[in-house]
């Protein structure tokens, strides 16, 4: 038996998020059955190191699978990228690790990207792979006020209703907003983070950016420690799983 670590970009489009469902198709299945392809004997599960919602991307999601018949990292690289071909799924790479590696639990830290066209002209190419907001966006008081967001907090305004995680305390460890042409692109890292907890910062940083909210107004909605008080949440479709530290 060998462990495979996979890297792993997709579109998060055509997928209901990154974990099996029922009755709907999600990255992890793709990959599973792309492995079933070449593999018909094994029962091979693919874990992946955290979920993404649906409509989320990823450049550098991570996953390990273990497989019984004698491959190398090539090889799985190749039959996975041939058999996940219909799909938008790439495999970036393949490395043997060794069975101690866990794409989740051994994961350090993980990092996002959240993508804004600041723009009044309409989408064409990017449409569903970022986010368009017209309005002239305040960056350097959108990037003071992501500093509240940053540190050990109670984070329940911007965990989502039906969030799995047991405790809504989270350690942000950066929260940075910077404009790149007429982009305005929002990086976060944690070693984990709640669900919709990045699209929440990011709905909100926006609100202070077109000067709805004034940056102090964020501390308070940090600890008001209610979902009721959380301006909106933003869309999935800037959003990019980056990649993890190990």
């Known amino acids: 038996m060998q462990r495979f670590k996979l890297t792993i970009e997709y579109d998060g489009r055509p997928f209901a998020g990154w974990q099996r469902q029922k009755d709907v198709l999600s990255v992890q299945e793709v990959l599973e059955a792309g492995l079933k392809a070449f593999l018909p004997h ?9 979920r993404t919602d649906a409509g989320v991307h990823a450049i550098g999601q991570v996953a390990h699978v273990d497989i019984e018949r004698p491959m190398s990292a090539d090889e799985v690289q190749g039959a996975l990228n041939y058999h996940c071909k219909t799909h938008p799924v790439s495999v970036l790479s393949v490395e043997a690790v060794d069975d101690e590696f866990h794409a989740r639990f051994s994961a350090k830290r993980r990092h996002y990207i959240y993508k804004i066209l600041n723009r009044r002209a309409p989408l064409t190419f990017q449409n569903g792979l970022i986010w368009h907001v017209k309005a002239l966006l305040d960056v350097a008081k959108m990037h003071e006020a992501a ?32 404009a790149v042409g007429d982009e305005v692109h929002i990086h976060a890292g944690a070693r984990s983070f709640l669900h919709h907890q990045i699209r929440s910062f990011t709905g909100t ?27 909106f949440n933003a869309p999935p479709d800037g959003l990019y799983f980056k990649n993890v530290e190990y």
């Open 42 to 50: 094994e029962a091979c599960a693919v874990t992946g190191s955290g």
């Open 205 to 231: 940083l926006q609100q202070v950016g077109i000067g709805k909210y004034d940056v102090a107004d964020v501390k308070a909605i940090l600890g008001a420690c209610d979902r009721s008080a959380l301006p």
């Open 147 to 178: 500093q509240f967001l940053v540190g050990q907090h109670d984070f329940t305004t911007f965990r989502h209703v039906h969030c799995q995680a047991q405790s809504p305390v989270k350690t942000v460890d950066y929260v940075k907003v910077k």
